[in-house]
């Protein structure tokens, strides 16, 4: 199994056995955001700025990297300082932080159902843009496992956890919650195919660029990041008044940080020395890591698409990664 068809590098069996545990840890790092993000709640609401959450993140994967190109771990390239080839990093940054805005106002023109369903699609949008820019062509077999993991993502969207308080139509908690009601505008659909297109060139186009520069990957990740900190510095001056940087941060809001900071690092591996299709797989099958972790710290309940949903992702691993 190659690098480029998304499977484990073959670099010997310490290697292997690295490159397995980094998937595995950035599979649990996924899974486990949104249920740390219910932890930081106050009141039914996230106490401080989401901005301020995503430009620390930033922040933080920028010292990381700084941090591990001062003490060694990764060698400087000799000579000059290539600061020409930083200049690229500026559209992913560009597009990472236009996909990351798109995704708040979506909200504004479809239920979070919807949303959830529908954004499934940017796997077939990644998938296609792999193919066009990178030139690797899929076999019918392993466009058909990107296809169960995209009917598995809307699964589970669509009811993989429910909350056993709400489970009867027209009981007090559930009229109390008022649920909106599925739905969706034309400009929300416009607005959502950009987000997947958008989503999938950003991360084909990053995939590109680290391979086709023969820089260490803390130095490319220095670059990334340096341009995604002025960003999103950019975008939370710009913001308009609200709580401070660190107002209403907690010790599960900086776990949640720290978590994403070090996934962030985990991908930039994965699109590194693997592909943006294994990206894919990791995210989807976090799905069941943010499934068992709901149900365990947040007291939700399965349900039977959440098994459908974990059954269809397991098909799709065999059929892409198994022996043709």
Request: aromatic share 8%; net charge positive; proline share 6%.
């Amino acid at each position: 199994m190659s690098v480029e068809d998304g499977g484990t590098p073959g670099l010997g069996r310490p290697r292997q056995a690295r490159w397995t545990l980094m998937l595995l840890l950035s599979t649990a790092m996924y899974g486990a955001h949104a249920p740390l993000l219910a932890l930081c709640h106050v009141n039914g609401r996230v106490p401080f700025r989401p901005s301020s959450a995503v430009l620390l993140t930033e922040l933080t994967k920028l010292l990381l990297c700084a941090f591990s190109l001062l003490v060694g771990w990764q060698a400087w390239p000799q000579g000059a300082p290539p600061w020409r080839q930083a200049a690229p990093f500026a559209l992913s940054a560009l597009l990472y932080g236009a996909n990351n805005n798109l995704v708040i106002y979506l909200q504004r023109y479809m239920d979070p159902s919807t949303y959830q369903v529908l954004s499934n699609l940017k796997i077939g949008s990644t998938a296609l843009f792999y193919c066009l820019c990178l030139r690797h062509r899929l076999s019918a077999r392993q466009g058909l496992a990107l296809l169960l993991l995209m009917a598995a993502g809307a699964c589970y969207a669509a009811g993989g956890l429910q909350d056993p308080g709400n489970t009867l139509p027209g009981t007090p908690s559930a009229a109390a919650a008022g649920p909106m009601p599925l739905h969706v505008t034309p400009l929300g659909l416009l607005l959502l195919i950009l987000y997947c297109l958008i989503s999938g060139l950003s991360s084909v186009y990053t995939e590109l660029l680290m391979k086709r520069q023969r820089l260490p990957l803390a130095l490319q990740n220095l670059f990334l990041y340096t341009f995604g900190v002025l960003l999103n510095l950019g975008l939370h001056a710009g913001g308009g008044p609200g709580p401070g940087l660190l107002e209403g941060f907690s010790g599960w809001a900086a776990l949640v940080v720290l978590s994403q900071a070090l996934n962030g690092l985990l991908m930039s591996a994965v699109m590194k020395h693997g592909s943006s299709i294994t990206r894919l797989f990791v995210v989807s099958c976090s799905l069941v890591v943010n499934a068992v972790l709901s149900a365990a710290l947040l007291r939700l309940q399965l349900t039977a698409a959440f098994f459908l949903a974990t059954l269809l992702i397991g098909l799709a691993v065999r059929l892409y990664y198994g022996s043709h």
